[in-house]
């Protein structure tokens, strides 16, 4: 089991960055696969971004070439760059691990003003 906290959401105008921050309980060098996801109000909770135990990454097509996950063993920690920001990123940020079981985090808001 793990536990996961993201920190680093906030209010930014359009064209501008954030770093989200992921920190688990855990080491999360054994961890399958570290991920993204994102949920606007009214729909559906949708991948952002994932990174493999090996070093793999998929992007959602909405922010691949703005978007970039990484991770910091040492720290127990995985990232998200934001950059280029859209309103339409507007949305809770959750980090997920995909051990046995699927963990997810409390959330953090992002909010970008056009």
């Known amino acids: 089991q793990v536990q996961l906290v993201e920190s680093g959401g906030g209010l930014v105008q359009a064209g501008g960055s954030l770093r989200l921050s992921c920190t688990a309980s855990r080491s999360i060098s054994s961890i399958n696969i570290m991920g993204w996801y994102r949920q606007a109000p009214g729909k559906q909770r949708e991948l952002v971004a994932e990174l493999t135990r090996l070093g793999s990454t998929n992007y959602a097509d909405s922010v691949k070439g703005r978007f970039t996950i990484s991770r910091d063993n040492a720290k127990n920690t995985v990232y998200l760059q934001m950059n280029s920001l859209k309103p339409e990123d507007t949305a809770v940020y959750y980090c997920?691990?995909?051990?046995?079981?699927?963990?997810w985090g409390q959330g953090t808001q992002v909010t970008v003003s056009s």
């Open positions: 997920n691990a995909a051990m046995n079981y699927v963990y």
